[in-house]
């Protein structure tokens, strides 16, 4: 979710796997689902909102020690339906894209943040 220069981040809660830690909202595709109808799909679950899915940001695959191999997509989300609710997170936080290294994010997403902090993409 992209909104000026700012994104929104969500921290997930102390008991699931990598507590605390945070992340962009999102989740699993499910058989039969593009990843664009799994994003809207898990925004809708997630936060409560109907959102238009824009353009692919990037693509990681990284391998967790022990949860395995992840295939991540980011896709920008800059128009939504709905109020922004907090369904499942410890918190929800709009952040400047240059403070995004202050948070404690997912090691998979380490190197998509500095990207957005130093103003490469969005
Ligand atoms: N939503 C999201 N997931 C991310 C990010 N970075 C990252 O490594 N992941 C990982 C965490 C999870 O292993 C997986 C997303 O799966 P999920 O959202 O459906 O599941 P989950 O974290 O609740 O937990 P689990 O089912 O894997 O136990 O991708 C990110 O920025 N956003």
């Known amino acids: 979710m992209v909104r000026g220069g700012e994104v929104l981040i969500c921290q997930r ?4 796997p990598m507590g605390l830690q945070w ?3 999102g989740g699993k595709i499910e058989a039969g689902e593009s990843p664009e109808q799994a994003l809207a799909r898990e925004l809708d679950e997630e936060l409560g ?9 990037t693509h990681i695959r990284h391998n967790y020690r022990h949860g395995g ?3 991540l997509q980011f896709f920008a989300v800059r128009e939504f339906a709905g109020e922004l609710e907090n369904r499942i997170f410890a918190q929800l936080k709009w952040s400047r894209l240059e403070d995004l ?3 404690d994010f997912l090691p998979a997403d380490r190197g998509l943040i500095r990207d957005l ?3 490469k993409l969005l």
């Open 13 to 16: 809660r102390p008991d699931q």
């Open 101 to 103: 290294p202050e948070y």
């Open 117 to 119: 902090a130093s103003g």
């Open 49 to 57: 909102i109907q959102a238009q899915i824009g353009p692919k940001v």
């Open 69 to 71: 191999a992840v295939d």
């Open 23 to 25: 992340e962009f909202p």
